[in-house]
């Protein structure tokens, strides 16, 4: 595990994010402007819709089939395991608890990319078939959470409207548009604009992203002061618990240790995009500071460093 | 202030809104209805009562304006008031203003 | 406000005006002409009684304000009024205020 | 404004300082000390007095807007007055607002 | 026609305009920034610049000098077909058509671009040459319907001002001054940039440019309904009739029918950068919901999808 | 010299400024967004400091050691030259000379940048550590000028506070975040990286950032008349003096001329980004006009034109 660990922390990418949060703890000024932040964000998801729509164009329906249905189940069980946790161990407010779940209920885009990269490093790619999964994965968990946390909360709120604001995210218009426009692109069109979309500009953009990510989950480190220990405990755990569970799952459907150790990675991710201002709508008594604090600061640090290779050796013990 | 009659100034109210982001539509949608005839939006960031930054969505604040008579802002920020204060980081304060041509901003009973 | 006499507060008139970017210049070009010192310009976006979105143009709106005496503020209102509010989006108002050492922004008359 | 008591208007001074970016934090840290609950923050360019443009030093201008008691905008005109007014490009304003459940801006004494 | 039709459908440029329209209709939050937008505007025209002006330096006086002619011609002349249909036709008061003309007597350098990366696809490259016939037709179109709507509308506003206003825009300046850039610079200097400004780098930023235009065109969509049908037939004929007029004197004046279509899509395309601030403030009374509706939601999308490709069926049938 | 200037001056790095500055002076409205430039300027000093780092694990120790205390000196004695020309032959207030002294103590990593660049393009690349003499030579000058100025104005201002500001400014941050990220990286994973960080992006990158500053200094060439001749002559004067000394100190070190060059061209530039905040709240007497009009409108240019080829004609002098 020795040299795993070490691919992951001596790449330009894991480093990028420590460098974001040293920086904003010694005090520096350094940020990323906010429009580029959201620009690159925007690319990082477009460019992994398109390359992944171009290589799902090669995959036969069969291959994915049961890996389609195991990410739906997934997408089913997350939310409810944190609900369960949030509310059982945590005694969280119903609010709150449904607020997370939400949160670890739909995934991380740039976690999936991290362990993307991770795999790749390895020598053990993960299929091409992966980002359909990531489409696939990132809403129902919102919408489930959500619509537990009406129940239980009495409340009239516009769930409707608000599942409605999902679908038509930018995250998933710009994965599922991506896929779409890389699926029926004629083959020589798509290699024209690759190399702006794959490669190193993918992997520079992300670098660069990822040292705004690290300033940005510093800005949230204070917060875990007063949002106690729980939290803390939660975040990791529910990221092992959850990285196990679809590294396993993606095992059974026949996945290859590269594309289970992915599948995992982004079952043990939480949202900190697409959920955020779902649950502020929905759910406005649940504190957001909870919620992004212990998917930013908690779980998405601890994917990035320590998740993906422990995620990677439990799928190659697997394999072998 | 000694306006020339041509000036036509009317007395009128300022309604100044700062709320979260994600609010943004679901207040200027509801402004018209109460009788605003338009409104002037802003971005902003901040820190209030509530020890949450503004930007704690992500996303920063916004700072909406809006010319009304005095029935109008009531009307407005009553709305803000019962719909949002208790669970949003939201503020909301009139001023009065002189307003050239205000009669454009008076609108339909 | 009971301001120590130190703190030399100056009643004024802060003249507050919205308009299309691209009048941006034209407009802040003539306020030192008629008097103002100096003022403060923010993006914005809007949406008035011309159905128009500011923003219909390409480029947003602009929000200027510029604090000045009662005097030179009808004169900017004026202009304003005179060559703009036929053909652009553009709204303007007027607040009373108290500037601290307010005499730097009475202008050479 | 005939505001029902339901929606409990304050009377309240909201004060508006316009600076360099480079004063923002420290100006934004002592507002607290001095009494202020919250702040709000716009991105701001300018031209005054000086001569200079707020953008002179890399950065825009910020304008930030506090509302306090009559007390308490004493005490932060009187700060910026007298740490930035001589070196700085700042200028800061008072206007009289209502403001909705304003008593939770009055901080405490 | 078929796989004409099919090589520009399914390429990611036209497919990413078709996900903007898709993605602002069915309510998504989905938006470049707009200073993301406002940079990719410039790298755009800046890099079209530089390359056309690389182009240029390898080509003689002899082999311009008359395609340069045909396009001045093209400049004066569209501004006037577009006044007399209005105006004849449309029955519009005098500043709207006059408005809407100097429109069309510009310019979509986006609408180019495409039509550059569809002759390149079809295997039926553009000359060099072309960005520079671009940077003459941009101009000469604004300023005469300028002045024919100050003539006619008897007011004495600042043409004279607009004119430099036009001459000193953005897009101009980044044009000819690419232009001139590419033309001097060494070549080894030129070569040490080109990947950035040049192949997937561009084709890429373009893709990226062309969501956010689909976004931007989607918004107007609604003002169809106001606008009314003749704007609609107005925005797809003039594009037709000047498509095949510069297609027609781009063949007359010796181009092959890669060049001649680019002149044809660049004649049949009309501004929505350069011209509608210099019309804001010269004919102010002129309504601008007419003009960029016409220019954005129709030509444009008419061209990328339809006009191009039947651009090309046309050169190549004058070719034959 | 002829040939030398020429490959200077007919670069695109160095056209697209000269673009830039006519594009202001004939009124255009032409302008990189400001979020643009602040997002180019992070990129361009995160991949120079990443690229210095991977070629720093390649350096010995031997080999740096004294290039190292050689530009520890120059930093030490660049304010003070510029200090005592300004006090003594400028006459200038304590506040205004101390202030000019930290910029002029400080550096532009543009300039350096640019000057990377020209001796690539004359086949004398610089050593791979010189980013590494780049961040050492950034801070020193401007504390030192920022103390003599506390003491002779007998100020009680925040020295240390703003010496903080300096070391976590973000120039800083990114050059040294960058070189420990590239010393640290395995080979492997910067390469991954690299065409995104190295080669045509960054040079391209730098281009359009040249643009903007092209713009932003001519906005202040007006200033100039206001400012007086003075500043204009020491402004091209301590460029040369400080140019030459530079060139002059790595020779003695054992620097090629391409290093030395590079070397000359940091001594001989004037910070405007790290020294304009620190001297604003340390120094709020001195006018950010008069220094920002040399460092920008003056010292700049000179060194992007004429400076560099001139250091780069006395390191091959001296070399001879
Ligand atoms: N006293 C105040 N003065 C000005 N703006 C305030 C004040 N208090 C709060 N705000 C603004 O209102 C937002 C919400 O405040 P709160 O609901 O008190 O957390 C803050 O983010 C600030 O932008
Ligand atoms: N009642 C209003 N209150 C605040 N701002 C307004 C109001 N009406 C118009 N505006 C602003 O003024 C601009 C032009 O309005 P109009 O000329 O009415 O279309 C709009 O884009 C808004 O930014
Ligand atoms: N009369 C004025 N009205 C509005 N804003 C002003 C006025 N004078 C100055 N300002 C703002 O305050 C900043 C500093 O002004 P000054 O200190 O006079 O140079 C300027 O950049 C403007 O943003
Ligand atoms: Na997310
Ligand atoms: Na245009
Ligand atoms: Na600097």
Same mark, same amino acid.
């Given at each position: 595990?020795?040299?795993?660990?070490?691919?992951?922390?001596?790449? /330009?990418?894991?480093?990028?994010?420590?460098? @974001?949060?040293?920086? &904003?703890?010694?005090?520096?000024?350094?940020?990323?402007? &906010?429009?580029?932040?959201?620009?690159?964000?925007?690319?990082?998801?477009?460019?992994?819709?398109?390359? @992944?729509?171009?290589?799902?164009?090669?995959?036969?329906?069969?291959?994915?089939?049961?890996?389609?249905?195991?990410?739906?189940?997934?997408?089913?069980?997350?939310?409810?395991?944190?609900?369960?946790?949030?509310?059982?161990?945590? &005694?969280?407010?119903?609010?709150?608890?449904?607020?997370?779940?939400?949160?670890?209920?739909?995934?991380?885009?740039?976690?999936?990319?991290?362990?993307?990269?991770?795999?790749?490093?390895?020598?053990?790619?993960?299929?091409?078939?992966?980002?359909?999964?990531?489409?696939?994965? $990132?809403?129902?968990?919102?919408?489930?959470?959500?619509?537990?946390?009406?129940?239980?909360? @009495?409340?009239?709120?516009?769930?409707? $409207?608000?599942?409605?604001?999902?679908?038509?995210?930018?995250?998933?218009?710009?994965?599922?548009?991506?896929?779409?426009?890389?699926?029926?692109?004629? /083959?020589?069109?798509?290699?024209?604009?690759?190399?702006?979309?794959?490669?190193?500009?993918?992997?520079?953009?992300?670098?660069?992203?990822?040292? $705004?990510?690290?300033?940005?989950?510093?800005? &949230?480190?204070?917060?875990?002061?007063?949002?106690?220990?729980?939290?803390?405990?939660?975040?990791?755990?529910?990221?092992?618990?959850?990285?196990?569970?679809?590294?396993? #799952?993606?095992?059974? #459907?026949?996945?290859?240790?590269?594309?289970?150790? #992915?599948?995992?990675?982004?079952?043990?991710?939480?949202?900190?995009?697409?959920?955020?201002?779902?649950?502020?709508?929905?759910?406005? $008594?649940?504190?957001?500071?909870?919620?992004?604090?212990?998917?930013?600061?908690?779980?998405?640090?601890?994917?990035?460093?320590?998740?993906?290779?422990?995620?990677?050796?439990?799928?190659?013990?697997?394999?072998? | 202030?000694?306006?020339?009659?041509?000036?036509?100034?009317?007395?009128?109210?300022?309604?100044?809104?700062?709320?979260?982001?994600?609010?943004?539509?679901?207040?200027?949608?509801?402004?018209?209805?109460?009788?605003?005839?338009?409104?002037?939006?802003?971005?902003?960031?901040?820190?209030?009562?509530?020890?949450?930054?503004?930007?704690?969505?992500?996303?920063?604040?916004?700072?909406?304006?809006?010319?009304?008579?005095?029935?109008?802002?009531?009307?407005?920020?009553?709305?803000?008031?019962?719909?949002?204060?208790?669970?949003?980081?939201?503020?909301?304060?009139?001023?009065?203003?002189?307003?050239?041509?205000?009669?454009?901003?008076?609108?339909?009973?």
């Amino acid at each position: 595990m020795g040299s795993i660990l070490e691919v992951n922390l001596l790449s /330009p990418i894991t480093l990028a994010f420590a460098l @974001g949060i040293l920086a &904003r703890r010694i005090g520096s000024d350094l940020s990323l402007p &906010r429009e580029i932040y959201g620009g690159l964000g925007i690319y990082l998801l477009f460019a992994l819709g398109l390359k @992944g729509g171009h290589e799902l164009a090669q995959a036969s329906l069969a291959t994915i089939a049961l890996p389609v249905v195991a990410t739906l189940a997934l997408g089913c069980v997350r939310p409810l395991t944190s609900w369960t946790v949030l509310r059982g161990v945590g &005694r969280l407010p119903v609010a709150d608890a449904a607020g997370i779940a939400a949160h670890y209920g739909s995934v991380s885009a740039v976690t999936f990319i991290a362990a993307l990269t991770f795999v790749d490093a390895m020598g053990d790619p993960a299929a091409g078939f992966l980002p359909t999964l990531l489409a696939l994965l $990132e809403s129902p968990g919102i919408a489930i959470a959500l619509m537990i946390g009406a129940v239980k909360a @009495g409340t009239s709120r516009p769930v409707g $409207e608000v599942v409605h604001e999902v679908l038509a995210g930018r995250t998933l218009v710009l994965l599922v548009g991506g896929l779409a426009i890389g699926y029926f692109s004629a /083959p020589e069109a798509w290699e024209q604009v690759q190399p702006f979309f794959d490669g190193a500009v993918f992997k520079g953009a992300l670098t660069l992203f990822l040292l $705004e990510m690290g300033i940005v989950a510093a800005d &949230r480190l204070d917060d875990l002061k007063t949002t106690g220990p729980f939290l803390v405990a939660f975040g990791i755990g529910m990221a092992v618990v959850h990285g196990i569970l679809g590294v396993a #799952v993606g095992h059974a #459907v026949g996945l290859a240790p590269g594309s289970a150790t #992915v599948l995992g990675a982004m079952s043990a991710s939480a949202s900190y995009i697409a959920a955020p201002p779902a649950v502020r709508i929905t759910l406005p $008594e649940a504190n957001p500071t909870l919620s992004l604090t212990a998917s930013l600061a908690i779980t998405f640090p601890f994917n990035i460093v320590v998740g993906i290779p422990l995620y990677y050796r439990f799928a190659t013990f697997l394999a072998a | 202030m000694n306006a020339p009659p041509s000036l036509e100034l009317h007395g009128l109210q300022l309604v100044t809104i700062v709320a979260e982001t994600v609010l943004r539509d679901r207040i200027t949608r509801r402004l018209q209805d109460l009788g605003a005839t338009g409104f002037t939006v802003t971005e902003s960031q901040g820190r209030g009562s509530r020890g949450l930054r503004t930007g704690d969505v992500p996303g920063q604040g916004v700072r909406i304006e809006t010319l009304v008579t005095p029935e109008v802002a009531v009307r407005i920020l009553g709305m803000v008031a019962e719909r949002y204060f208790a669970d949003y980081a939201v503020i909301a304060w009139v001023t009065e203003v002189q307003v050239v041509r205000g009669d454009k901003y008076v609108g339909p009973r």
